[in-house]
């Protein structure tokens, strides 16, 4: 018969049994603002259009602010 040569303590037996059970979703869906089901974390050309339009107003509010001081 089969008999371990040591005791496992309670807290790798634990962590064993935690990494074993609680496995994540690897493909997960949001929702995007038009309703299409989009994979997390992707990248759209009108997303990156849309941030460097928001980056560039800001830009140009700060310095119209700067030059008004």
């Keep these: 018969m089969a008999v371990p040569k040591k ?3 309670r807290s790798r ?3 064993r ?3 074993c059970a609680y496995q994540i979703d ?3 869906n949001t929702t995007a603002a038009d309703g299409t089901q989009v994979r ?3 990248v759209t050309l009108a997303n ?3 941030y460097v339009e928001a980056r560039k107003a800001a ?3 700060r310095k119209s ?3 008004s001081k």
Aim: avoid cysteine; hydrophobic fraction near 40%.
């Design 48 to 50: 990156v259009a849309q």
């Design 26 to 28: 690897p493909v997960a």
């Design 7 to 9: 005791k496992i303590s």
């Design 65 to 67: 602010s700067s030059k």
């Design 13 to 15: 037996r634990n962590m």
């Design 17 to 19: 049994r935690f990494s």
């Design 59 to 61: 830009k140009a509010a």
């Design 40 to 42: 997390t974390h992707t």
